[in-house]
């Protein structure tokens, strides 16, 4: 199991930045991801990154707002979101899989706790 800690949310107005952070420990995975929940909605997909960086993808409602890094040496992942807009109010969860190439929420075993993102209006 990957044990996983993210930070960075918070109560932004439309229009701000925020930019989460993954920190991921333990055993060994191929792919991080990032999904978010919604109140009443189910999880999606947001965007997904290799850890050697050859492969990077998100969902088209982020796809030039959204940017993930990472830092390898902090094995740390993050999630730079920009022009924010209230539809992205969710908690977001960072998540790992052993497969690569994958934005499936099933192929992806371990979770983090989740952070509240909230956008004002």
């Known amino acids: 199991q990957v044990q996983l800690v993210e930070s960075g949310g918070g109560l932004v107005q439309a229009g701000g930045s925020l930019r989460l952070s993954c920190v991921a420990s333990?055993?060994?995975?191929?792919?991080m991801g990032w999904f978010r929940q919604a109140p009443g909605k189910e999880r999606e997909f947001v965007a997904a990154?290799?850890?050697?960086?050859?492969?990077?993808d998100y969902t088209d409602s982020v796809k030039g707002r959204f940017t993930i890094s990472r830092n390898n040496a902090k094995n740390t992942m993050y999630l730079q979101m920009n022009s924010l807009k209230p539809e992205d109010t969710a908690v977001y969860y960072c998540?790992?899989?052993?497969?690569?190439?994958?934005?499936?929420?099933?192929?992806?075993?371990?979770w983090g706790q989740g952070t509240q993102v909230t956008v004002s209006s």
């Open positions: 998540a790992t899989s052993r497969s690569a190439g994958t934005t499936t929420r099933s192929d992806f075993g371990s």
């Open positions: 990154s290799t850890w050697s960086g050859g492969y990077t």
């Open positions: 333990g055993r060994t995975f191929v792919t």
